[in-house]
């Protein structure tokens, strides 16, 4: 079983859904980060938070550290917004992170 | 221009060649990683180094080696390429200065195929 699970692998919606993708991790971390891959292959990072909420924009990542969950939400989802979404943890003491498999989001106008 | 930098972008070579994948960073950050992506496993880690004189083993090393020339620059190198090491690789660099958060900034990726 991976240290960091991602559901789900793909999600389509129409544009204007609302979006949820989940991370759950078994390991203890210092920090999660949620990361955007475009189609052309580049990697951004879009949050790195330890605990409570973050909002940029349209997006909102919670995460509960007792549950060991994340959840990167995208309030009304826009075509552009289809890319791989991607979970990491900075695990405690390993200064190392170690990423999900992605989550595959397609919006459709 | 980009803080991280890959070259090349692309490269098709063959069984047994040599191949070198370099990676510089304008971004001043002490700590350099080189990723590997394949379909449905996400991203692992090859090699990692946190300063000029240290490098690092990752989960997936068997078939790569490293060179950290400078601060600014981390090389991967596939002595024999084989083609399963055909997938998409990523440099990385972070500068924790000093909290444990870890947050990463990439290159644009280098897309390698052996035939």
């Known amino acids: 079983k991976n240290e960091v699970e991602q559901s789900p692998q793909n999600l389509t919606a129409q544009e204007g859904e609302f979006i949820t993708i989940n991370c759950s991790y078994s390991?203890?971390?210092?920090?999660l980060h949620w990361l955007q891959q475009h189609p052309g292959g580049g990697i951004v990072s879009l949050f790195m938070?330890?605990?409570g909420k973050k909002k940029h924009g349209r997006l909102i990542a919670t995460i509960n550290i007792q549950e060991k969950h994340s959840s990167l939400h995208i309030t009304a989802s826009h075509p552009r917004d289809s890319a791989v979404y991607i979970c990491?943890?900075?695990?405690?003491?390993?200064?190392?992170?170690?990423f999900g498999q992605g989550t595959r989001l397609t919006i459709n106008p | 221009d980009a803080d991280v930098t890959q070259t090349p972008r692309n490269r098709i070579t063959k069984t047994g060649k040599r191949i070198m994948l370099e990676c510089s960073q304008t971004k001043g950050h002490d700590r350099m990683y080189w990723y590997r992506q394949d379909p449905g496993l996400g991203l692992r880690l090859i090699y990692y180094s946190f300063d000029v004189k240290d490098i690092n083993k990752g989960e997936i090393s068997d078939g790569y080696s490293v060179s950290r020339q400078a601060q600014a620059k981390f090389s991967l190198s596939l002595e024999s390429a084989i083609p399963n090491q055909t997938a998409l690789y990523f440099c990385?660099?972070?500068?924790?200065?000093?909290?444990?958060?870890?947050?990463?900034?990439f290159g644009p990726g280098t897309r390698l195929t052996v035939l």
């Open positions: 990385a660099t972070s500068d924790p200065d000093g909290s444990s958060y870890n947050e990463q900034f």
């Open positions: 938070l330890s605990s």
């Open positions: 390991v203890g971390i210092s920090a």
């Open positions: 990491a943890v900075d695990t405690q003491g390993a200064q190392k992170l170690v």
